[in-house]
Protein backbone atom coordinates (compact mmCIF):
# COMPACT_ATOMS: atom_id res chain seq x y z
CA UNK A 1 0.00 0.00 0.00
CA UNK A 2 1.44 3.69 -1.24
CA UNK A 3 1.63 6.76 1.40
CA UNK A 4 -0.94 8.07 -1.36
CA UNK A 5 -3.87 5.47 -0.82
CA UNK A 6 -6.58 6.12 1.69
CA UNK A 7 -7.71 3.76 4.19
CA UNK A 8 -11.59 3.05 5.66
CA UNK A 9 -10.22 5.60 8.43
CA UNK A 10 -8.97 8.18 6.29
CA UNK A 11 -11.56 8.44 3.78
CA UNK A 12 -13.91 8.64 6.25
CA UNK A 13 -12.36 11.70 7.91
CA UNK A 14 -12.05 13.21 4.27
CA UNK A 15 -16.19 12.55 3.81
CA UNK A 16 -16.93 14.66 7.08
CA UNK A 17 -14.43 17.37 5.75
CA UNK A 18 -12.24 16.83 9.33
CA UNK A 19 -8.54 17.83 9.62
CA UNK A 20 -5.57 14.80 10.51
CA UNK A 21 -2.47 14.54 9.75
CA UNK A 22 -1.51 10.96 8.66
CA UNK A 23 2.14 9.08 9.92
CA UNK A 24 3.54 6.49 8.33
CA UNK A 25 5.97 3.71 9.82
CA UNK A 26 5.98 1.25 7.70
CA UNK A 27 9.75 0.75 7.25
CA UNK A 28 10.72 0.94 10.81
CA UNK A 29 9.91 -2.56 11.92
CA UNK A 30 7.78 -0.76 14.68
CA UNK A 31 5.59 -3.55 16.21
CA UNK A 32 4.82 -2.51 19.78
CA UNK A 33 3.15 0.84 20.36
CA UNK A 34 6.47 2.03 22.59
CA UNK A 35 7.90 1.10 18.66
CA UNK A 36 5.61 2.81 16.95
CA UNK A 37 5.83 6.24 18.84
CA UNK A 38 9.85 5.87 18.72
CA UNK A 39 9.44 5.58 15.06
CA UNK A 40 7.71 8.52 15.03
CA UNK A 41 9.47 10.49 17.51
CA UNK A 42 6.38 10.88 19.64
CA UNK A 43 5.58 10.68 23.19
CA UNK A 44 4.19 7.04 23.62
CA UNK A 45 1.34 8.79 26.22
CA UNK A 46 0.32 10.27 22.87
CA UNK A 47 -0.25 7.62 20.94
CA UNK A 48 -3.52 5.21 21.26
CA UNK A 49 -4.10 1.82 20.79
CA UNK A 50 -7.17 0.40 19.68
CA UNK A 51 -8.72 -2.22 22.28
CA UNK A 52 -11.70 -4.43 21.22
CA UNK A 53 -13.86 -6.04 24.47
CA UNK A 54 -16.51 -8.59 24.87
CA UNK A 55 -18.74 -7.88 27.90
CA UNK A 56 -20.58 -10.45 30.18
CA UNK A 57 -24.25 -9.43 27.97
CA UNK A 58 -21.97 -10.51 24.53
CA UNK A 59 -21.97 -6.49 23.57
CA UNK A 60 -18.88 -5.55 21.87
CA UNK A 61 -16.75 -2.46 22.94
CA UNK A 62 -14.14 -0.02 22.10
CA UNK A 63 -10.87 1.25 24.53
CA UNK A 64 -8.49 3.67 23.58
CA UNK A 65 -6.01 3.76 25.98
CA UNK A 66 -1.78 5.30 25.34
CA UNK A 67 0.22 2.87 24.09
CA UNK A 68 2.02 3.16 27.32
CA UNK A 69 -0.33 1.64 29.33
CA UNK A 70 -2.37 -1.35 29.72
CA UNK A 71 -6.23 -1.58 30.07
CA UNK A 72 -7.73 -2.18 33.49
CA UNK A 73 -10.69 -4.86 32.50
CA UNK A 74 -12.20 -3.77 35.82
CA UNK A 75 -12.32 0.02 35.15
CA UNK A 76 -13.28 -0.88 31.48
CA UNK A 77 -16.06 -2.83 32.09
CA UNK A 78 -17.55 0.02 35.16
CA UNK A 79 -17.34 2.54 31.99
CA UNK A 80 -19.35 0.44 29.59
CA UNK A 81 -21.94 -0.77 33.20
CA UNK A 82 -20.72 -4.46 32.42
CA UNK A 83 -19.71 -7.20 35.26
CA UNK A 84 -17.01 -7.67 33.24
CA UNK A 85 -15.32 -7.88 29.83
CA UNK A 86 -12.65 -9.49 28.22
CA UNK A 87 -10.53 -8.67 25.25
CA UNK A 88 -11.59 -10.63 21.63
CA UNK A 89 -9.72 -13.06 20.48
CA UNK A 90 -7.38 -11.44 17.70
CA UNK A 91 -9.01 -13.91 15.05
CA UNK A 92 -12.49 -12.43 15.68
CA UNK A 93 -11.37 -8.66 15.12
CA UNK A 94 -11.21 -8.60 11.38
CA UNK A 95 -15.10 -10.17 11.10
CA UNK A 96 -16.07 -7.80 13.49
CA UNK A 97 -14.66 -4.47 12.88
CA UNK A 98 -12.68 -4.95 9.81
CA UNK A 99 -9.31 -3.91 10.92
CA UNK A 100 -6.75 -6.64 11.52
CA UNK A 101 -4.77 -6.86 14.41
CA UNK A 102 -2.05 -3.94 14.94
CA UNK A 103 -4.41 -1.76 12.46
CA UNK A 104 -7.34 -1.43 14.05
CA UNK A 105 -8.93 1.94 13.93
CA UNK A 106 -11.46 3.90 16.33
CA UNK A 107 -12.67 5.22 12.95
CA UNK A 108 -14.55 3.23 9.86
CA UNK A 109 -15.09 0.19 11.71
CA UNK A 110 -18.07 -2.44 9.91
CA UNK A 111 -20.38 -0.93 12.70
CA UNK A 112 -20.14 1.42 15.60
CA UNK A 113 -19.28 0.23 18.91
CA UNK A 114 -19.49 2.16 21.99
CA UNK A 115 -16.28 3.70 22.40
CA UNK A 116 -14.61 4.70 25.61
CA UNK A 117 -11.41 6.66 25.29
CA UNK A 118 -9.11 7.01 28.63
CA UNK A 119 -9.34 10.00 30.74
CA UNK A 120 -5.89 10.97 29.50
CA UNK A 121 -6.59 12.37 26.04
CA UNK A 122 -8.12 14.97 27.43
CA UNK A 123 -4.54 17.24 28.07
CA UNK A 124 -3.64 16.46 24.64
CA UNK A 125 -3.37 18.86 22.09
CA UNK A 126 -3.81 16.10 19.56
CA UNK A 127 -3.44 11.85 20.04
CA UNK A 128 -2.72 9.18 17.46
CA UNK A 129 -4.73 6.26 16.76
CA UNK A 130 -4.22 3.76 14.22
CA UNK A 131 -5.08 5.11 10.63
CA UNK A 132 -6.88 1.55 9.92
CA UNK A 133 -3.72 -0.78 8.32
CA UNK A 134 -0.34 -1.65 10.21
CA UNK A 135 2.00 1.13 9.70
CA UNK A 136 -0.39 3.98 9.34
CA UNK A 137 -1.45 6.44 11.93
CA UNK A 138 -3.37 9.54 11.96
CA UNK A 139 -3.00 12.21 14.13
CA UNK A 140 -6.28 14.07 15.25
CA UNK A 141 -7.72 16.62 18.32
CA UNK A 142 -9.84 14.81 20.72
CA UNK A 143 -12.74 17.08 19.79
CA UNK A 144 -12.57 16.29 16.24
CA UNK A 145 -12.34 12.27 17.02
CA UNK A 146 -15.74 13.26 18.70
CA UNK A 147 -17.28 14.53 15.65
CA UNK A 148 -16.52 11.32 13.96
CA UNK A 149 -17.00 8.66 16.72
CA UNK A 150 -19.21 9.01 19.62
CA UNK A 151 -17.43 8.38 22.59
CA UNK A 152 -16.48 8.83 26.68
CA UNK A 153 -13.76 9.62 28.44
CA UNK A 154 -12.85 7.28 31.60
CA UNK A 155 -9.82 6.33 33.43
CA UNK A 156 -8.86 2.87 31.63
CA UNK A 157 -5.67 2.23 32.53
CA UNK A 158 -3.88 0.12 35.63
CA UNK A 159 -2.79 2.02 38.30
Do not use: W
Request: glycine share 8%; aromatic share 8%.
Amino acid sequence: MAKNDKTNAMRKLDSMKISYKEHYYTDSGAVSGAEVAAALNEDPDKLFKTLVATGKSGSHYVFMVPVSSELDLKKAAAAVGEKSVEMLKSKDLLPLTGYVHGGCSPIGMKKFFTTVVNISAKECGTIFCSGGKIGFQIEITPEDLAKVIKFEYADLVKA
